[in-house]
């Protein structure tokens, strides 16, 4: 189609910009409030249009120069051109709008951040090499952007970025650094002896014994989920515990490797669950808490089993459609949902508001500065 004329107007879920086009409206990859843009539209259905900037005719006020070279490029931080404290208001906006326009949830969102650690934040990343480029996917393929160093990266992920490309590495790793000691540990399907030789704390699915280390108490498994920042998973785990306060007794579903319960007060009775067998045992270990491997079915039975104070959950992007109705009838007190995805956790809520159940806090925490991806917790009572 021959190129058009756009403004944005406002920002979706997702970080996309969005305008309108004869009416119709459009989302545009990197357009921010206030821009007027030349673009080209690369997709359409009877509902909305996307399309892809060809020039930039009037930058937004909140338009800024990215501190990474590859911004446009990598499908990393999509919000690199988004100024301070701009990001902070749109994803606190669009926390509480999401809620709202599909939970049914008319709340404010309170805003947790620390700004001291917006670049250099992240520990964990993956990193993925052809022998000869190394670095991060392109947006929407899987072209590899060669990389020599991510602004966003902790700089013992950024050494170890180097030191992958030494090896000429092939294929996927995930790795994960310890940001106050001296493992990094390095996660791969497939065995590779260069790999293992230059790094001790490298695994694969077949390795029984996972290198771990210690952070705050919890135990950080390698090949199991973690925060993508440790340092910034400490906001979080503070803002989690204010919301839990000190019941008598803890259900923590989707526990993975204690990361929310295990610092509690040891007279508060845990009881933890999760698909991953390998985090579990690790939660276990620390003799803080009862901490089981089991799925929603098991979940489903453990809450409809026992009172229980609070029950805290922490599930994936995906949500917990799957338990529910089980949850909204459960004998507890207070609910405290923590999610990274507005939207499934908009509709979880709504299931369980519908019940009788409602929002008494809700707190959007910004884990993943220059992209538009934002926690959310909530507390819920009856």
């Known amino acids: 189609m021959n190129p058009t004329t756009i403004q944005i107007d406002t920002l979706a879920h997702g970080g996309n910009g969005i305008g309108r086009i004869e009416g ?19 997709r359409q259905t009877k509902s909305a249009l996307w399309a892809e900037i060809d020039t930039v005719l009037e930058a937004s006020p909140h ?39 599909m939970g049914g949830i008319d709340t404010e969102v309170a805003w947790i951040e620390d700004p001291s650690l917006r670049l250099a934040y992240r520990t964990r990343a993956e990193f993925h090499g052809d022998g000869k480029a190394l670095g991060f996917y392109a947006r ?21 970025l180097r030191q992958l490309r030494d090896i000429g590495l092939k294929g996927t790793v995930t790795v994960t650094a310890n940001p106050e000691g001296e493992e990094v540990m390095v996660w791969t399907k497939f065995t590779q002896r260069r790999l293992k030789h230059r790094f001790p704390l490298a695994d694969t699915p077949k390795d029984e014994r996972r290198s ?58 845990v009881v933890g ?65 923590v999610s990274c995805d507005p939207a499934t956790l908009a509709r979880d809520l709504k299931i369980l508001c519908a019940a009788g159940w409602r929002v008494t806090q809700a707190k959007a925490i910004d884990m993943f500065p220059y992209t538009p991806h934002v926690e959310t917790l909530c507390r819920l009572e009856r």
């Open 140 to 160: 929407g393929s899987h072209q590899i952007v060669d990389v020599e160093a991510c602004p966003l990266c902790h700089r013992k992920l950024n050494t170890t």
């Open 63 to 101: 338009r800024t120069r990215s501190a990474c070279p590859h911004f446009g490029t990598c499908g990393g931080c999509t919000w690199g051109h988004l100024d301070y404290p701009t990001q902070a208001e749109w994803k606190q906006r669009i926390a509480r709008d999401t809620l709202a326009h």
């Open 24 to 42: 119709q409206v459009c989302f545009v990859p990197y357009g921010l409030p206030g821009d007027t843009l030349q673009v080209r539209i690369v």
């Open 212 to 269: 771990r280390f210690l952070l705050d108490g919890v135990p950080i498994v390698n090949g199991t989920f973690s925060q993508s920042s440790l340092l910034l998973n400490r906001l979080l785990v503070r803002e989690a515990h204010a919301m839990i306060g000190k019941p008598v007794s803890l259900l923590d579903l989707y526990c993975g490797n204690g990361n929310l319960s295990l610092g509690l007060h040891e007279k508060i009775r």
């Open 273 to 337: 669950m999760d698909h991953n067998r390998t985090a579990v045992k690790a939660a276990k270990a620390r003799h803080r808490g009862d901490y089981r491997p089991g799925d929603e079915a098991k979940m489903r039975k453990l809450l409809r089993k026992d009172e229980w104070d609070t029950v805290l959950l922490d599930p994936p992007r995906t949500g917990a459609k799957e338990i529910m109705e089980t949850l909204a009838a459960a004998h507890a007190r207070a609910i405290v949902y």
